[in-house]
């Protein structure tokens, strides 16, 4: 009976300490998603001297420096332009996508190459703060990146502008107009079919649909870019050529030539628009920043480009060759990463991601030439959405709201001017075929 007592005593014991044990890593495992979420819910970072409204320009740059990445501090110490200081604010995500990072945690591990994960279905993979001891800590910040909450599961620029400008002379010389489509086919959180939409015969993750709508010259190009679920293989991508009315599928390097003419790299879009396999990826450190972040609506805007029925406008451009957005800057929490080509001939040698550690958007990032040389720095607004357009309020996307890329050895810029719609009645799965480009285009 003695033996049967404390038989009884000891698994109660045993069961107390489990459930303690499991409470106290319950604890601990929301600490860790609290903390990616929300970085600013304790403490709200700051910097001596930095106040909101404050003009940085190259009379007080220098004060700044520290938390002013190198190739904008050096546009500012120029005089090529300046940054005006907003407030710190929280862009919080959307709560499915919070959920979806909480389920998955602990779960997600990366394979023995680069490119190979396992375990994820939705959410952030490695909410957990990177540390210079792991050697693959640049490669999982990476995957946030990859699988975050960039567009929500679909969205819309619908129109998009892009301004190719002389940097000396300040004259646009050319203005193309676009439409741009993204849609997510795995790891959906919030639009319907959740998690995945069906069928998916190719087991893409990912697609990008791009159409032309001016000038005449290039009108109705379209580009069609199919990335699958498996790093490992290489995107599908087509072009549409309105004025030879034929498709025609893009080779590997295509992507990293000038598109339409303009600054960009099709790899540029969005800050990196490629396969993780792609590159090797370090982590550099965790800073606190200056980056692009402002509410659209309490901005001066653009009343020129665009004006439509609802009365939207886009942001304004100014400084050196007008190739600087006008908005404000805040100081946050960013994740320096350096991303080297794997491929040897590749046009970079590198680029330096300065990726935010709230919504895993890349809002600044620098490339360098084959020779190490600073060649070009691109700068991506982002808007809270629930300071844009009614309905993008409550989408907890952080919307692209302008772009910036300068070329500084040609002493050229392509900028961006967006109306980002989260609807996804504007972006259907029928859009993302060759089929469309073909009917679209005849």
Same mark, same amino acid.
């Given at each position: 009976?003695?033996?049967?007592?404390?038989?009884?005593?000891?698994? !109660?014991?045993?069961? %107390?300490? &489990?459930?303690?044990?499991?409470? +106290? #890593?319950? =604890? *601990?495992?929301?600490?860790?998603?609290?903390?990616?979420?929300?970085?600013?819910?304790?403490?709200?970072?700051?910097?001596?001297?930095?106040?909101?409204?404050?003009?940085?320009?190259?009379?007080?740059?220098?004060?700044?420096?520290?938390?002013?990445?190198?190739?904008?501090?050096?546009? !500012?110490?120029?005089? %090529?332009? &300046?940054?005006?200081?907003?407030? +710190? #604010?929280? =862009? *919080?995500?959307?709560?499915?996508?919070?959920?979806?990072?909480?389920?998955?945690?602990?779960?997600?591990?990366?394979?023995?190459?680069?490119?190979?994960?396992?375990?994820?279905?939705?959410?952030?993979?490695?909410?957990?703060?990177?540390?210079?001891?792991?050697?693959?800590?640049?490669?999982?910040?990476?995957?946030?990146?990859?699988?975050?909450?960039?567009?929500?599961?679909?969205? *819309?620029?619908?129109?998009?502008?892009?301004?190719?400008?002389?940097?000396?002379?300040?004259?646009?010389?050319?203005?193309?107009?676009?439409?741009?489509?993204?849609?997510?086919?795995?790891?959906?959180?919030?639009?319907?079919?959740?998690?995945?939409?069906?069928?998916?015969?190719?087991?893409?993750?990912?697609?990008?649909?791009?159409?032309?709508?001016?000038?005449?010259?290039?009108?109705?190009?379209?580009?069609?870019?199919?990335?699958?679920?498996?790093?490992?293989?290489?995107?599908?991508?087509?072009?549409?050529?309105?004025?030879?009315?034929?498709?025609?599928?893009?080779?590997?390097?295509?992507?990293?030539?000038?598109?339409?003419?303009?600054?960009?790299?099709?790899?540029?879009?969005?800050?990196?628009?490629?396969?993780?396999?792609?590159?090797?990826?370090?982590?550099?450190?965790?800073?606190?920043?200056?980056?692009?972040?402002?509410?659209?609506?309490?901005?001066?805007?653009?009343?020129?480009?665009?004006?439509?029925?609802?009365?939207?406008?886009?942001?304004?451009?100014?400084?050196?060759?007008?190739?600087?957005?006008?908005?404000?800057?805040?100081?946050?929490?960013?994740?320096?990463?350096?991303?080297?080509?794997?491929?040897?001939?590749?046009?970079?040698?590198?680029?330096?991601?300065?990726?935010?550690?709230?919504?895993?958007?890349?809002?600044?990032?620098?490339?360098?030439?084959?020779?190490?040389?600073?060649?070009?720095?691109?700068?991506?607004?982002?808007?809270?959405?629930?300071?844009?357009?009614?309905?993008?309020?409550?989408?907890?996307?952080?919307?692209?709201?302008?772009?910036?890329?300068?070329?500084?050895?040609?002493?050229?810029?392509?900028?961006?001017?967006?109306?980002?719609?989260?609807?996804?009645?504007?972006?259907?799965?029928?859009?993302?075929?060759?089929?469309?480009?073909?009917?679209?285009?005849?």
């Amino acid at each position: 009976m003695k033996k049967l007592i404390s038989g009884i005593k000891l698994s !109660i014991a045993t069961t %107390l300490i &489990s459930s303690a044990l499991m409470a +106290t #890593t319950a =604890l *601990a495992d929301d600490k860790v998603i609290q903390e990616s979420f929300f970085p600013y819910a304790e403490n709200t970072p700051s910097f001596e001297g930095l106040a909101k409204g404050l003009v940085i320009d190259k009379s007080n740059v220098a004060q700044f420096k520290d938390v002013i990445d190198p190739a904008f501090y050096s546009f !500012i110490e120029k005089g %090529l332009t &300046s940054i005006v200081v907003g407030e +710190t #604010t929280s =862009l *919080a995500l959307h709560q499915s996508y919070i959920d979806a990072s909480t389920e998955g945690y602990g779960k997600v591990t990366l394979g023995e190459k680069v490119g190979e994960i396992s375990g994820w279905d939705a959410g952030r993979p490695f909410p957990a703060e990177p540390s210079n001891d792991d050697p693959r800590a640049g490669e999982k910040l990476a995957w946030n990146y990859k699988y975050g909450y960039n567009w929500g599961d679909s969205a *819309a620029i619908y129109p998009f502008y892009w301004k190719y400008r002389d940097m000396g002379s300040a004259k646009v010389e050319r203005t193309i107009k676009f439409n741009f489509h993204f849609l997510n086919f795995k790891g959906r959180v919030n639009q319907q079919p959740t998690p995945e939409i069906t069928p998916n015969p190719s087991d893409l993750f990912r697609s990008i649909y791009v159409q032309v709508l001016a000038p005449d010259d290039v009108r109705n190009t379209q580009l069609l870019i199919h990335r699958a679920a498996d790093d490992l293989k290489r995107d599908n991508s087509w072009l549409y050529l309105g004025f030879q009315r034929r498709v025609r599928r893009l080779a590997t390097g295509q992507v990293t030539d000038a598109f339409l003419g303009s600054d960009l790299m099709i790899e540029d879009f969005e800050g990196y628009n490629g396969r993780i396999s792609d590159m090797n990826w370090e982590y550099k450190a965790t800073r606190y920043m200056l980056m692009p972040f402002f509410n659209h609506n309490e901005l001066t805007l653009d009343t020129e480009t665009h004006s439509d029925d609802d009365g939207y406008q886009v942001v304004a451009f100014s400084g050196q060759g007008g190739c600087f957005p006008n908005i404000t800057w805040q100081l946050r929490k960013v994740y320096e990463v350096e991303a080297n080509p794997v491929n040897d001939s590749h046009p970079i040698s590198k680029r330096v991601h300065f990726m935010d550690a709230q919504t895993f958007t890349i809002p600044r990032t620098i490339s360098y030439d084959r020779k190490g040389t600073m060649w070009k720095t691109f700068t991506i607004g982002q808007s809270d959405p629930d300071h844009h357009l009614p309905a993008n309020k409550g989408s907890g996307v952080s919307i692209d709201d302008a772009f910036s890329m300068i070329d500084v050895q040609a002493n050229h810029c392509t900028t961006g001017q967006f109306k980002g719609q989260v609807d996804p009645e504007l972006t259907t799965p029928s859009m993302f075929s060759v089929q469309h480009l073909r009917a679209t285009g005849s």
